[in-house]
């Protein structure tokens, strides 16, 4: 089973609040990743967790959180939501350096 | 650092017509190299990917890629096209280390097949 899990699908915020994004998976992967994707851009890695050691990328330091509370969860947070912040999060992991990462379904947000 | 470059935005074909979406990348070193494709409303989900050996792999559904690293190109080709092959698709690099491999994707391509 290569599934991903992610809830919510859709996620409807308001500006200023917080939000919290969840993803899950079954294949005991070492590495959990999450990517922001909007209308006709690549998807942009925001950060990932290596077993327990979190790795965020330089330019979304200060707008992400994450939580891995174990191998199977790993947590989106979002602290105080922006209009920018309105995406696809996509919620991926993998078995170990340079393998294949394996998608979830994603969480559609729209922050109004 | 790596990048990877989609030439083409938008691709229009007839069903049955044989299709190559481009991708070119840069990186110094040697690349994983992969094709996701994302259908409506869904995720991202593998076509296929090159480590090494026979630089034309195969994937799902018909697809192919060919790697030529003298062009630093990864093409995707697929002989025969289906109206439910529309879809975006998106080539991506990996570049390992120690903490796990990270992904640099193009813009993506998106692909349409008129019936």
């Known amino acids: 089973d290569t599934t991903v899990k992610q809830n919510p699908r859709y996620k409807l915020a308001r500006v200023g609040k917080p939000v919290n994004l969840i993803c899950s998976q079954t294949?005991?992967?070492?590495?959990m990743y999450w990517y922001q994707k909007k209308p006709n851009q690549a998807p942009k890695l925001l950060l990932f967790?290596?077993?327990?050691?979190?790795?965020r990328e330089a330019d979304t330091f200060e707008k992400f959180q994450s939580s891995r509370p174990n191998n199977s969860f790993c947590s989106l947070y979002i602290g105080s939501a922006g209009l920018e912040y309105s995406a696809m999060y996509l919620c991926?992991?993998?078995?170990?350096?340079?393998?294949?990462?394996?998608f979830g379904p994603g969480t559609r947000l729209l922050v109004l | 650092a790596q990048s990877v470059t989609q030439p083409d935005a938008r691709v229009t074909v007839s069903e049955g017509a044989s299709l190559q979406l481009r991708c070119k990348y840069s990186?110094?070193?040697?690349?994983?190299l992969f094709w996701y494709v994302q259908y409506p409303r869904q995720g991202l989900q593998l076509l296929l990917k090159?480590?090494?050996?026979?630089?034309v792999v195969q994937g799902v559904n018909g697809f192919e890629a060919e790697f030529i690293k003298s062009n630093s190109s990864f093409h995707l080709r697929k002989a025969s096209v289906h109206w439910s092959d529309s879809a975006v698709y998106f080539c991506?690099?990996?570049?390992?280390?120690?903490?796990?491999?990270?992904?640099?994707f193009g813009g993506g391509t998106r692909l349409t097949v008129r019936p």
């Open positions: 991506a690099v990996s570049v390992g280390n120690n903490a796990g491999a990270k992904l640099t």
């Open positions: 991926a992991s993998s078995p170990g350096q340079g393998d294949t990462q394996y």
């Open positions: 294949m005991n992967h070492d590495t």
């Open positions: 967790y290596y077993d327990k050691i979190l790795n």
């Open positions: 990186y110094s070193g040697t690349p994983y």
């Open positions: 090159y480590y090494s050996g026979d630089p």
